[in-house]
C-alpha cells in the first residue's frame, strides 16, 4: 500500500512539472493582483493558454497520438491535472469538449469529422458545448423532446430547446442529442448531431442562478438547417452516443473532483481563526464529521486511481463521492457561515458563492435521488421501481402520462 | 499509487473469514443475553491458531511483523460476526511494548513478547486519550458520565517497590475492553508530570500473585464485547522505556481498530438487509424496489465505502505519514461509528417489526452499535478529535 509515483509516472510528473516551470509565466491571470476583468478577455487568453497546453502535451493526454493526444491513461491526465493545479495556472478551457465530446467523436464519428473538429478543439481554436440536457429532460435524458425531421434531399431541420448549457455563449459547435423517430420506445429514436453555433435560428440565452452568475445557458432552436454530414453515429443510434459521452463525463468528474476546492483543511481554516469557534463543542464535532468524510473522498480518489491503474472499472465509491462532496460542501458552509455570521453572505465572500452554488451541483450531472437509484440497483442488486415507459412509442408517452397523473 | 489489498491480505482475510465461520458466533451472541455467557465460544484458540495474536510484534519475536491495516482486515472479519477475540485489548498492547526498548536488566522481557506472539500469553490495553488542542492532560474513560477520569500515577517519588525495578501504581480505568482473564495490562500512567508506559501482571497471570490489581467484569447491552473495570492500588508495573508517541499511538490504533471492527458489522448489516429488500414483497413488488427503502440501502453503502477509504488511510498513514495518523485514525472511527450506528437502524426498519424481535439478529447488531458507540473515548471524542487535529494544522 503506497500512495507514491511509480518510476514511469514520477518521469512523466517531471516532465509535465518542468513544462510548466518553464511556460507557466504565460499562463493568464485570474485571481488576485493584476488579474483579467473582462469576460471577453479571459475567454481569449484562455484560449491562447489551452493552445500552449496542447503543444506542451499537457491538453487531449488520454487522446490517441494520431488525433494529437498524447496516448496516456487515466494516471497521467490525473498526474497533469495535480501538477497543473500546483503551478497554479488555469487548466484548459473547454474541458467539456476535450474530457468528454472529443473522445465521444472519436469513438463514433466519421473520419471528415475527426479530421475536421478534433485539433481545433483541442487547440482550444474551437469550443464546444454539450446540448444534451432539456428543460423536461435532466436524469430521464431518454424524453428529450428536441426534434429534427429529415427532408426530401436528405438535410435535416431542428427545433426545440436545451438548457443547462455550459460554455454556449461563446461555443463554436455543439453536440445535440435530438429526437428523429417520435413512433418508437424513447430510447430507440433518438440521433446525435454537430451544430454550429452561428447557424440561424440558433439562438443562446444567460440563465442566471442563485449567485446572480450565469454559469449555464439555454439554447433555442428554431428550425434549424442541417445537413447530413453533422449525423454523428448514424440515425436512431443517438443513445448509445450519449451513453459514450456520459462515461467521459464521470471520468472526467470523479478525477477532476478535487479541484471543486471543497476539503478538510480549507473549511478548517476558515474557523480555526475564531478563538471562541475553536472550542465550541458543536462547532468541532460539526466540523469533525464533515471533514472525516471529505477525507474519505480523497483516499477513495486514490482507490479509484488504484483500480483504473490495474485496468480495473472502479467500483461504486466513486460513483457516491460526488453525493459525499456535495454533502459535505453544504454542512461546511452553513457552518462557517454560523461562525462568521452574515458577513460570510456578503457579495464577494467566498462563501456566499459556495453557499449559492451547491444547491444545483445537488443535481448536477445527474440528481441525488438519480445516482441512488442506480447505485441501488447496478451495485446493491435491488430491483428496478416499476416504469410506464417501456416499450412504449414515445408520441403515445405524454398521454400516458397524463393519465396516470 | 497503491491502495489495494495484496495477496497476502486477501489470504488473511479469508483465512480469518473462514476460521470464524466455523464457530456460531452470532447464535451465541444471543445465548448469552439470555443468560447463558458459557455459549460464547472461547476464541483466543483460534486467533492463536492462525497467529492473530503476534500480528503486531517483529518477526525476530515470533509475531507476523505485519501493520495496522493487516490487522484492521481481521477486526473486520470479527466484526462481521459479532466474534469477541480478544484483539482489540491484546493488540495495542503489543503495540505499546514493541515501540519498548528492552530493559537491559530484565530477564525474560525478551520470551514476553514472545508468549504475546504466540498467545500464550494475553495482553489488555489501558485505553487513555492523548492531549489534543484543546486538553493539556492524558485523560481516561469515566465508569459513569461526563467527566473523563486522569491517568493513573506512579507511586511517591517513583520509588521502587521490589527487588525487580517494579514502581507502585494506582489509578483505575473504566471499561476496559478484553480485560477480563488478561495476563498483563499495559497503558499509560504519569511520574513525575510525564506520561510512561506501563506493564502491570494480573491475577490471571501464570505468576498468579498480583497484588493491587482489581479487574471487575462487567457486561453491558451486548454481551460478546469483554469489559472490565481495573482498579490499581500500588499495583506493581515495570516501567517501559517507550516513547510518548508511541503511547499515544496505541490509542489510535485502538481507534482504528473498533473502527475496522465496526465496518465488518456493517457489512453484514447491509448483506442482509439488502437480501431481505430484494425477497419481501408489498403491494405487488419487492420492497427494495422503493426509492424510500433503496436510499436507505445506499445511504448505508456511501458510509461503508467512505469508512473502508478511511481505514486505507489510517493503514497508510501508520508508517507512511505518521504525523497523519491521529487524525487518520480518528476520522476512520468517526465515519465508521456513524455508518454501524446507521446500517443497525436500518437493518430493524428495513425488516419492519421482525426487524425488532428478540429472534432476529438485527437486535444483536443494534446492541453492538450502541455500545461500540461509548467505548474508548466514544465515536463522538474521535470526531472531536478530528476537528482538533484540522484547527491545529490550520492554526
Request: net charge negative; proline share 6%.
Amino acid at each position: 500500500m503506497d500512495l507514491d509515483d511509480t518510476p514511469e509516472q514520477a518521469a512523466y510528473r517531471a516532465q509535465v512539472r518542468g513544462w510548466l516551470d518553464e511556460h507557466k509565466r504565460e499562463a493568464p491571470v485570474l485571481q488576485g493582483e493584476g488579474a483579467l476583468q473582462d469576460e471577453d478577455e479571459i475567454i481569449a487568453a484562455r484560449r491562447v493558454w489551452q493552445g500552449k497546453l496542447a503543444e506542451g502535451g499537457l491538453a487531449g493526454v488520454t487522446w490517441p497520438k494520431e488525433y494529437g493526444g498524447q496516448g496516456l491513461g487515466p494516471i497521467e491526465q490525473v498526474i497533469c491535472n495535480q501538477e497543473i493545479g500546483r503551478a497554479q495556472v488555469p487548466g484548459i478551457l473547454d474541458a467539456i469538449g476535450v474530457g468528454m465530446l472529443g473522445p465521444t467523436i472519436i469513438a463514433h464519428g466519421s473520419e471528415e469529422q475527426k479530421t475536421r473538429y478534433l485539433g481545433p478543439m483541442l487547440h482550444g481554436d474551437e469550443v464546444w458545448c454539450q446540448l444534451f440536457s432539456e428543460p423536461a429532460a435532466g436524469s430521464d435524458l431518454a424524453a428529450v423532446q428536441t426534434r429534427a425531421r429529415q427532408q426530401d434531399d436528405g438535410s435535416w431541420r431542428l427545433s426545440g430547446q436545451k438548457v443547462w448549457t455550459t460554455n454556449a455563449q461563446f461555443a463554436s459547435y455543439g453536440l445535440l442529442l435530438a429526437r428523429t423517430d417520435a413512433d418508437v420506445p424513447k430510447h430507440n429514436g433518438l440521433t446525435m448531431f454537430v451544430i454550429p453555433m452561428d447557424a440561424p435560428g440558433v439562438t443562446v440565452r444567460g440563465l442566471r442562478q442563485i449567485s446572480g452568475e450565469a454559469e449555464f445557458n439555454e439554447v433555442f432552436f428554431d428550425d434549424v438547417a442541417l445537413d447530413e454530414s453533422a449525423l454523428v453515429g448514424g440515425v436512431g443510434n443517438g443513445w448509445g452516443t450519449a451513453l459514450t459521452t456520459l462515461m467521459f463525463e464521470r471520468v472526467t468528474i470523479g478525477l477532476g473532483s478535487e479541484g471543486l476546492g471543497y476539503n478538510s483543511a480549507r473549511f478548517a481554516a476558515a474557523i480555526a481563526g475564531d478563538a471562541a469557534a475553536r472550542r465550541d463543542p458543536e462547532v468541532r464535532h460539526k466540523l469533525g464529521e464533515i471533514a472525516s468524510e471529505l477525507m474519505a473522498v480523497r483516499f477513495t480518489g486514490y482507490r479509484t486511481l488504484t483500480a483504473l491503474q490495474r485496468g480495473q472499472i472502479p467500483g461504486p465509491e466513486a460513483g457516491l463521492a460526488k453525493v459525499t462532496i456535495v454533502k459535505g460542501a453544504i454542512a461546511a458552509g452553513d457552518l462557517i457561515a454560523d461562525v462568521v455570521g452574515p458577513d460570510a453572505l456578503a457579495q464577494d465572500s467566498q462563501w456566499a458563492y459556495m453557499i449559492s452554488f451547491l444547491p444545483g451541483l445537488k443535481s448536477a450531472g445527474g440528481t441525488e435521488e438519480i445516482l441512488r437509484n442506480t447505485i441501488g440497483e447496478r451495485v446493491l442488486g435491488l430491483p428496478p421501481e416499476p416504469r410506464l415507459d417501456k416499450g412504449i412509442p414515445f408520441s403515445e408517452l405524454r398521454s400516458k402520462e397524463g393519465a396516470a397523473a | 499509487m497503491n491502495l489495494a489489498l495484496s495477496d497476502e491480505q486477501v489470504f488473511l482475510r479469508e483465512a480469518a473469514r473462514g476460521a470464524l465461520s466455523r464457530l456460531p458466533t452470532v447464535e451465541a451472541a444471543r445465548e448469552a443475553l439470555d443468560g447463558n455467557p458459557d455459549a460464547l465460544p472461547d476464541l483466543w484458540p483460534t486467533a492463536r491458531e492462525a497467529g492473530w495474536p503476534g500480528l503486531l510484534i517483529d518477526e525476530a519475536h515470533g509475531g507476523a511483523g505485519l501493520d495496522a491495516f493487516d490487522a484492521m482486515l481481521v477486526l473486520g472479519e470479527c466484526g462481521r460476526v459479532l466474534a469477541g477475540v480478544a484483539l482489540l485489548g491484546h493488540l495495542p498492547a503489543t503495540a505499546i511494548l514493541s515501540a519498548s526498548s528492552p530493559e537491559g536488566d530484565a530477564p525474560g522481557a525478551e520470551q514476553y513478547l514472545a508468549d504475546l506472539a504466540s498467545g500464550e500469553r494475553r495482553a489488555a490495553y489501558l485505553p487513555a486519550q492523548p492531549p489534543d488542542d484543546v486538553h493539556e492532560n492524558w485523560s481516561t474513560d469515566p465508569a459513569s458520565g461526563f467527566q473523563r477520569g486522569s491517568l493513573p500515577t506512579v507511586g511517591v517519588g517513583g520509588r521502587d517497590l521490589d527487588q525487580n525495578g517494579r514502581v507502585p501504581v494506582s489509578g483505575s480505568f473504566a471499561f476496559v475492553p478484553d480485560a477480563p482473564g488478561a495476563d498483563v495490562l499495559i497503558g499509560v500512567a504519569e511520574q513525575g508530570g510525564k506520561p510512561v508506559g506501563v506493564a502491570i501482571l494480573a491475577a490471571s497471570s501464570p505468576e498468579g500473585d498480583a497484588p493491587g490489581v482489581t479487574i471487575e467484569p462487567v457486561t453491558r447491552y451486548d454481551a460478546t464485547r469483554s469489559l472490565g473495570h481495573v482498579t490499581l492500588e500500588d499495583a506493581p508495573a515495570v516501567v517501559l522505556d517507550c516513547p510518548e508517541e508511541s503511547l499515544a499511538g496505541a490509542w489510535h490504533l485502538a481507534q482504528s481498530l473498533i473502527a475496522a471492527e465496526s465496518l465488518g458489522s456493517v457489512e453484514t448489516a447491509l448483506d442482509v438487509t439488502v437480501a431481505y429488500a430484494k425477497e419481501r414483497h408489498t403491494f405487488g413488488r419487492a420492497i427494495g424496489s422503493y426509492q424510500a427503502v433503496k436510499h436507505a440501502l445506499t445511504e448505508v453503502l456511501r458510509q461503508l465505502e467512505n469508512g473502508r477509504s478511511l481505514l486505507y488511510y489510517a493503514g497508510w498513514a501508520r508508517t507512511g505519514a505518521p504525523g497523519e495518523f491521529p487524525l487518520a485514525a480518528s476520522a476512520a472511527r468517526s465515519v465508521a461509528g456513524r455508518a454501524l450506528d446507521d446500517a443497525a437502524r436500518t437493518m430493524i426498519s428495513v425488516h419492519g417489526g421482525i426487524g425488532a424481535t428478540w429472534e432476529h439478529d438485527a437486535p444483536l447488531y443494534f446492541r453492538r452499535a450502541q455500545l461500540s458507540r461509548r467505548l474508548l473515548g466514544g465515536t463522538a471524542g474521535a470526531t472531536d478529535r478530528v476537528a482538533g487535529e484540522l484547527l491545529r494544522q490550520a492554526a
